[in-house]
Nanobody, 127 residues
Framework: QVQLVESGGGLVQAGGSLRLSCAVSGRTFDSYVMGWFRQAPGKEREFVAG????????YYADSVKGRFTISRDNAKNTVYLQMNSLKPEDTAVYLC????????????????????WGQGTQVTVSS
């Protein structure tokens, strides 16, 4: 069974930056895509960013384009989310997830297409 562990969350003032990490272990397949989602209390899980196995294709929610950058280091089995210019509305639990490699980019945006999830790391942005 694949295990994912997020880290790097914390409290930051508006306009600040954080870098989240997600370490992956025990994966069944060599090739897998990764996604970042976030969830605030009382709200449904929201797509943030996704990346193909090679890193050659990336996808972002409109709300974070130009501010967040997703990347991965397959040698370290780790995916990152660099978050700049943070806003109070970015406050949420951030979760990483893994899914099968696919040529259909639209699948990156759909939570049900991912099959393993981490427990999440809290990001709080103060105004």
């Amino acid at each position: 069974q694949v295990q994912l562990v997020e880290s790097g969350g914390g409290l930051v003032q508006a306009g600040g930056s954080l870098r989240l990490s997600c370490a992956v272990s025990g994966r069944t397949f060599d090739s897998y895509v990764m996604g970042w989602f976030r969830q605030a209390p009382g709200k449904e899980r929201e797509f943030v960013a996704g990346i193909s196995f090679s890193g050659g294709n990336t996808y972002y929610a409109d709300s974070v384009k130009g501010r967040f950058t997703i990347s991965r280091d397959n040698a370290k089995n780790t995916v990152y989310l660099q978050m700049n210019s943070l806003k109070p509305e970015d406050t949420a639990v951030y979760l990483c997830a893994t899914g099968f490699e696919s040529g259909l980019g639209s699948y990156y945006y759909i939570a049900s297409e991912y099959y393993y999830w981490g427990q999440g790391t809290q990001v709080t942005v103060s105004s």
